[in-house]
């Protein structure tokens, strides 16, 4: 039997959170999940996490929380990372808070769940492909399903981590742009790969925010304050199912639901 996995991206503050509450126990039931993997990194205010907001999301059913470029700005986010089961990227080095992977034991397999974050137009870090090849045989000797969320903005650095990984991990998932796209394969007969698995989020919005904020921010280049859009929420992300036996994934498929207004 296979192993079910849903990966949601990026869920974009409380509009987000109510939603998953709402409806992510059903979606769970009726797709047979095992684990749920959700990038929580703009979970809090639209940036970074806390560890109350971190509890909404695993009260919903959020089994591990991943991150990015933006875990750090709230110094809340230091309880959730040493604490919780949530992520930041591995490759932000042995100083930083918390931890860039983790092992959860869910109906009797090993899942391992890695957080990388990318360089190409991003903060300096360092490299996550030096990162992910000098941590993966240990990960490899603890867990045989493997999911990588690869956080960065460059489409052709996520492909590239895709098939430097290939045949190795189960799966390399891009977050950080918001924006779903329509590439979704298996690399290999084995690792899941899409560029970027969408947004939890309102859409009528920029990237989750006001949009019209965001419209006077480019016209008139000056500071403004980014808050949160609420209307036409959705979850967005994708479906794996992963063979247990190998960390082979199977099928990996988009999926989308929309809350009613």
């Not at 700005?73 to 918390?98: F, Q, S, T």
């Not at 990984?165 to 899941?192: M, Y």
């Not at 063979?243 to 999926?255: E, H, N």
Request: proline share 3%; glycine share 8%.
């Amino acid at each position: 039997m296979s192993t079910k996995v849903l990966f949601i991206g990026d869920v974009v503050g409380k509009p987000a959170r109510i939603y998953l509450k709402d409806i992510l126990p059903r979606i769970r039931e009726d797709l047979d999940l095992d684990v749920i993997i959700a990038n929580g990194e703009n979970a809090s205010g639209g940036s970074s996490i806390s560890s109350s907001t971190a509890e909404e999301l695993f009260n919903s059913g959020v089994d591990v929380i991943t991150s990015g470029d933006h875990i750090f700005k709230r110094k809340e986010a230091k309880e959730a990372l040493e604490n919780m089961d949530v992520l930041r990227p591995l490759n932000y080095g042995k100083l930083a808070w918390g931890r860039g992977y983790l092992i959860k034991e869910i109906k009797g397999n090993r899942i391992a769940v890695v957080n990388l974050l990318g360089r190409v137009f991003m903060q300096p870090v360092d490299c996550p492909f030096k990162a992910i090849r000098d941590f993966l045989p240990q990960i490899k000797e603890e867990a045989k399903i493997i999911i990588v969320d690869m956080h960065c903005e460059a489409t052709s650095e996520k492909l590239a981590m895709g098939y430097f990984l290939a045949g190795k991990v189960s799966a390399v998932l891009g977050t950080h742009t918001h924006v779903p796209t329509a590439d979704e394969r298996i690399i290999d007969n084995f690792t899941a790969y899409i560029t970027d698995v969408g947004m939890t989020g309102s859409f009528d919005s920029i990237l989750g925010r006001e949009k019209y904020q965001i419209i006077e921010r480019f016209l008139t280049n000056m500071p403004l304050r980014f808050n949160l859009a609420n209307s036409d929420v959705r979850i967005q992300g994708v479906l794996l199912e992963i063979d247990p036996s190998t960390g082979g994934a199977l099928t990996i498929k988009r999926v989308e639901y929309r809350k009613e207004e």
